[in-house]
Structures are given as C-alpha cells and as structure tokens.
C-alpha cells in the first residue's frame, strides 16, 4: 500500500528554470499542462505543479508598473470576469488560467494594439532595470582601475556585466517583436 506522503509527491511537482523570453514560457505551461501539470504557485524560479486531470490553457501578461495598484486590480478582475483564473503573479507577470474546454484563451481582443502597449511596457522595465546596476559597475571599475582589486570586486563586475548583456539581448530580442508587430 502507497503512503499519503508518496501519493502526494508524485502529485506535486516542483521545476526550477529561468525564461529569456515570455512565449517560451508560456509554451512551456502549456505543454506542462497538456501534459497534467497545472501550475499552482511560482517563487522566484521555481514553478509548483500538482497533477490534475482538468486540462488548462495559461496565459501571461505583464502589469504595467505606472498603473496604480487600484488600476492593476481592476484589470485582473476584468479578465476573470471572462472566466479566466489568476494563478500566480510574479513582480509585475501575471500568470492566468482557462479551463481548455472553453475553447482557446486568448488575453488581447485587440491583438495588435494590445500586443504593442503589452511589449512596449516591457522594454520600458527592462530599460530601467538596465539603468540600475550602472553606477555600481561604474564604482567597480573605478575601485579596480585604483588598484583597489580583490576577486569580489572582478566577480561582482563580471555578474554585472553579464546582467547588462542578458538584458541587452532581451531588449534586442523584444525591438525584433515590435518592429514585426507595427510593420505587419
């Protein structure tokens, strides 16, 4: 006979991943819960699962951060007055849910002009967040170049310069998308 504690693992199921790109994670959801895993929680980088046999379609949006939180909740509210779920939310990602038998899920009625404020309100995210570590690497380089060096300082350097080119390649990654939306 099967314990409760054995039963309950193999229906839960926790993932560890870090996404570049928003439709490759919602793919990933989706496949997750074509598969019988639907998401039920996320912390930082890890996606919590439990085994279902209600099959969801997953759906991702970002919030924009100048809205005020009043704004934001009434946004949420909207969607799932058209029967979507709200599972999770992650800074300012929002994870929503339909069951699949409702036929396909889609967030922007609107497509294209949805769409481009959706990717312009990252770039603008990710443009700022690319302005934070600056100083900090301006300090760092300024420490070493003094003789001022240790490997904390070349570490922390080398962690920032790989987060401005992380985000760098994102924000190319996300120019590409709206060029192909606004000339399409």
């Known amino acids: 006979m099967v314990s409760k504690s054995l039963r309950k693992i193999k229906m839960e199921k926790k993932k560890l991943r870090l996404f570049l790109s928003d439709k490759r994670e919602e793919t990933?959801?989706?496949q997750m819960a074509a598969a019988g895993w639907q998401l039920t929680k996320i912390k930082?980088?890890?996606y919590y699962f439990t085994k279902q046999k209600t099959k969801y379609i997953y759906r991702i949006d970002f919030l924009d951060p100048k809205a005020s939180k009043t704004k934001q909740q009434d946004y949420?509210?909207?969607i799932e007055e058209t029967g979507a779920e709200k599972i999770a939310q992650s800074g300012q990602w929002i994870y929503f849910r339909c069951p699949a038998v409702?036929?396909?899920f889609q967030?922007?009625?609107?497509k294209d002009y949805s769409k481009l404020s959706y990717l312009k309100r990252i770039r603008r995210?990710?443009?700022l967040t690319m302005l934070l570590p600056l100083p900090l690497i301006q300090m760092l380089i300024s420490d070493i170049s003094n003789g001022n060096s240790g490997w904390a300082r070349y570490f922390s350097l080398g962690f920032f310069t790989l987060f401005e080119l992380f985000l760098l390649v994102k924000l190319s990654t996300l120019s590409i998308r709206l060029k192909k939306l606004t000339t399409s």
């Open 107 to 110: 967030l922007y009625s609107d």
């Open 44 to 46: 930082g980088l890890l």
């Open 28 to 30: 990933w959801l989706n």
């Open 102 to 104: 409702q036929g396909d």
């Open 76 to 78: 949420i509210n909207f």
């Open 125 to 127: 995210q990710i443009l």
